[in-house]
T-cell receptor, first 111, second 114 residues
Framework: LAKTTQPISMDSYEGQEVNITCSHN???????ITWYQQFPSQGPRFIIQ???TKVTNEVASLFIPADRKSSTLSLPRVSLSDTAVYYC????????????FGAGTQVVVTP | DGGITQSPKYLFRKEGQNVTLSCEQN?????MYWYRQDPGQGLRLIYY???????QKGDIAEGYSVSREKKESFPLTVTSAQKNPTAFYLC?????????????FGEGSRLTVL
């Protein structure tokens, strides 16, 4: 079973910032948090990964507080093309080979 | 370009028939995976392989079989024992990477049982 819990869906308007929170109360010390994005009828693609504090790349930011019981994916200034399902995973090198996906969060961006 | 190729993209099967889905990667990754996705659902792990000639069952392996004779290839056979095989099947590979690794997915194969 996936170690994470996410909201089922979120709606946003173009140009807004979208923040998706993922709960992972019981992740292991050596678990990393990874986010993937999936469009309909396509395979998911990697967005960002982190362990603690804040990680930022060209498409998103990931904030993980010190207690690591949750994490937040931030999508700045979303556009219609950001409409997709977003998955939060918690995995470690110990579970390497068993990446567990939950149900994900459906984000819908409207004009 | 490096990547993962799945074929066929669409496949129709009669009940009682076995079908094999192809997955080939040229990323030189050791690990490969098969996931199943039903409409509106997340991905569920069927089988995974960390190295050639070795593979492990995932959460829903019943009714499926795999082989890993070559590093580049990880075919999935959906057998007649799989009670509800209609689904979207995704193959992936991963690099160990800096942390837990990053999954690279193919475009998927959509299987429909008639």
């Amino acid at each position: 079973l996936a170690k994470t819990t996410q909201p089922i869906s979120m709606d946003s308007y173009e140009g807004q910032e979208v923040n998706i929170t993922c709960s992972h109360n019981n992740i292991a010390t050596n678990d990393y948090i990874t986010w993937y994005q999936q469009f309909p009828s396509q395979g998911p693609r990697f967005i960002i990964q982190g362990y603690k504090t804040k990680v930022t790349n060209e498409v998103a930011s990931l904030f993980i507080p010190a207690d690591r019981k949750s994490s937040t994916l931030s999508l700045p200034r979303v556009s219609l093309s950001d409409t997709a399902v977003y998955y939060c995973l918690a995995d470690s090198t110990d579970s390497w080979g068993k990446f567990q996906f939950g149900a994900g969060t459906q984000v819908v961006v409207t004009p | 370009d490096g990547g993962i190729t799945q074929s066929p993209k669409y496949l129709f099967r009669k009940e009682g028939q076995n079908v094999t889905l192809s997955c080939e990667q040229n990323l030189n990754h050791d690990a490969m995976y098969w996931y199943r996705q039903d409409p509106g659902q997340g991905l569920r792990l069927i089988y995974y392989s960390q190295i050639v000639n070795d593979f492990q069952k995932g959460d829903i392996a019943e009714g499926y079989s795999v082989s890993r004779e070559k590093k580049e290839s990880f075919p999935l056979t959906v057998t007649s024992a799989q009670k509800n095989p209609t689904a979207f099947y995704l193959c992936a590979s991963s690099t160990p990477g800096l942390y837990t690794g990053e999954l690279f997915f193919g475009e998927g194969s959509r299987l429909t049982v008639l």
